[in-house]
């Protein structure tokens, strides 16, 4: 069972590489791919080149095995979108589980993803919740998908919704990069070498 945790990574912060390695061993997946977008349909653009932004996504999971960075995003043209992703993930390892995992956030916005009921024909979805999270009443296509069993997961190779807890870290790249360009110190929000590449290229000078 693969996992694939998309984001902007702009930059990549204690709150993705936390809960990232928390469902790896939840889930007990064999990896969890990192994938930074290249062009997000949903937001404005990311502020560090596509090149800065996987290089520190590289530095700050080079000692942990079974995370990797996965750049087919950022070698493909045009906007990114989860489906093509999913498709060629799906292309790459046909016989394994997919599962997509997001935060509550990204869940709310999932209807208006392209293709998005369509991502559940390649892979499961997993959402990241707050402990306590009170799942909204979910319409009929969700209910249908829904479960509360890991290992229904593992049974299928996508299609299901399932909603997971994991450490709650509140912490944003926005935030991140609003510390920097305020000249305070992100210490212990991100890596020390993420935070070494930030000030080598005077990322995020800018608010
Ligand atoms: P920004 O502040 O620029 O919007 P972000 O910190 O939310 O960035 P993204 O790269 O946009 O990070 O997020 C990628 C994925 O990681 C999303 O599914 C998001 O819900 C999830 N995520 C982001 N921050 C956290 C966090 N602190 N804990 C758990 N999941 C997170």
Redesign the pocket.
């Known amino acids: 069972m693969i996992g694939i ?6 930059p ?5 590489l ?2 990232a390695l928390e469902v790896k061993e939840i889930f007990n997946l064999t990896q969890v791919r990192l994938i ?2 290249a062009q ?1 349909p949903h ?1 404005l653009q ?1 502020l560090a080149s596509a090149a800065l932004r996987l290089q520190m996504l590289e530095l700050a999971i080079s000692n942990q095995t079974g995370l990797v960075a996965d750049d087919r995003e950022l070698k493909r043209v045009g906007q990114s979108y989860m489906i093509d992703t999913l498709q060629s993930l799906r292309h790459d390892f046909p016989q394994q589980s997919l599962v997509l ?7 709310n916005t999932l209807t208006s993803w392209h293709c998005w009921q369509d991502l559940f024909t390649y892979a499961h979805i997993v959402v ?1 919740t707050r402990p306590g999270f009170v799942i909204q009443a979910l319409d009929d296509f969700f209910a249908t998908r829904l479960t509360t069993q890991k290992q229904i997961l593992a049974a299928h190779k996508a299609g299901k919704l399932l909603f997971q807890s ?12 609003r510390c920097i360009a305020e000249g305070k110190n992100p210490g212990f929000l991100l890596p020390d070498v993420v935070i070494t590449t930030i000030k080598q290229n005077q990322l995020y000078q800018i608010n």
């Open positions: 945790f998309g984001g902007t990574f702009d990549i912060h204690y709150g993705h936390r809960s930074p977008s997000p937001r990311p995992f997001m935060g509550s956030d990204a869940f990241l994991v450490t709650q870290l509140d912490i944003s790249a926005t935030a991140i990069r």
